[in-house]
């Protein structure tokens, strides 16, 4: 059995998300999908930690923070461009206001991404696979 850590939510239902970002041929992993014209699916299954930082997690941050890191997880896979990383945070702050977070909040969401440098999507940075025989 293969296993990872540190995931707090797991989706029980398939989930829409009209994003911004757009690309030629459609993205279909075991978990998410994104089509050209900037669907995203997240399948029921995926496991993501919500809010990252030194913050907490509300209704209004679940959603952005559930398309940021399948949107991220792409990226450490090499099927989205690193190119696309300054779209990514902008559509994540969109979510968020979208969602009624506070100005101050969501610029301060904003620093923390530009502090991380993108580190969170760089391949390098993937989740440690575990193995149990």
């Known amino acids: 059995m293969k296993y990872s850590k540190g995931f707090l939510y ?6 829409y ?21 900037g669907v995203m699916v ?27 890191d399948a949107a991220a997880q792409l990226m450490r896979q090499g099927l989205l461009p690193q190119e696309m990383l300054s779209s990514v945070n902008a559509h994540f702050d969109y979510m968020l206001k979208k969602r009624g977070m506070s100005w101050l909040r969501r610029k301060m969401w ?14 390098e940075n993937a989740r440690e696979v575990f193995e149990v025989h």
Do not use: K
């Open 110 to 123: 904003q620093r923390g991404l530009w502090l991380t440098a993108g580190s969170f999507a760089n391949p």
């Open 10 to 15: 797991q989706l029980v239902e398939d989930i």
């Open 42 to 68: 997240i399948r029921a299954g995926y496991a993501w930690d919500g809010a990252s930082g030194p913050t907490f997690n509300t209704d209004n941050s679940m959603v952005p923070s559930l398309f940021h």
């Open 17 to 37: 998300i009209e994003t911004t970002l757009t690309v030629v041929n459609p993205i279909d992993t075991t978990f998410i999908s994104l089509h050209p014209n």
